[in-house]
């Protein structure tokens, strides 16, 4: 980074705009297989925070590449940076006050620590959409899991690429298993319990 660069300080602080939206500001950080129901809990769950008038954004894994990280592949460095630019994004969104929720398979314990740290241990929600390979697999709506099988998807992750499971995460979802509304209640009761919303 250059030493040509100074950080601004804006006038309107983040405290302000979380008293204007009337609810705190952070990351809902979603991870798990693909095909484990991250997007459609995201969602889900910005749906019912809208309702209640929270100012909520998702960042979905797939939306990503097609602008932000377009340049990015799926190898493991390539897979880093794409969670890197994500952290950076989610931390200015919880500045300006919205509550960001983020779609990510982000396989490496290392690479969400890194955001965790970023964007602070308070302001970070780890969620683990726990469903195995089977279960996602057979769901394989894009039918990627069948191209992976086949080799013509190279490093992908449960198949040919490893992913590694949260060992402390906020929240477990047994999104293999548990309806999408059980899944969104238990995230919902979090945020209430800890006075987030």
Not at 71 to 76: A, E, R, T, V, Y
Not at 143 to 158: N, S, V
Request: charged share 30%.
């Amino acid at each position: 980074m250059s030493s040509n660069i100074v950080w601004h300080k804006a006038s309107v602080t983040r405290e302000k705009r979380e008293q204007l939206n009337g609810h705190k500001s952070f990351v809902l950080w979603f991870t798990g297989l693909s095909g484990a129901g991250k997007s459609t809990l995201a969602h889900r769950i910005e749906d019912l925070l809208f309702e209640r008038g929270c100012r909520t954004y998702v960042f979905d894994g797939d939306n990503v590449r097609h602008g932000l990280c377009s340049d990015l592949g799926f190898s493991i460095e390539d897979r880093r940076e794409n969670i890197r630019r994500i952290g950076e994004m989610s931390k200015l969104f919880v500045d300006a006050g919205v509550i960001a929720l983020t779609a990510f398979i982000s396989p490496f314990r290392q690479d969400r620590q890194m955001v965790r740290s970023l964007v602070g241990e308070e302001d970070f929600i780890e969620i683990y959409c726990d469903a195995s390979v089977d279960v996602c697999e057979k769901r394989d709506t894009k039918g990627l899991y069948k191209k992976a099988r086949l080799g013509e998807i190279p490093d992908f992750t449960g198949i040919s690429s490893p992913y590694e499971p949260p060992e402390n995460p906020e929240i477990v979802l047994h999104s293999g298993v548990d309806s999408l509304e059980t899944c969104a209640q238990t995230v919902m009761r979090y945020l209430e319990d800890r006075r987030k919303i």
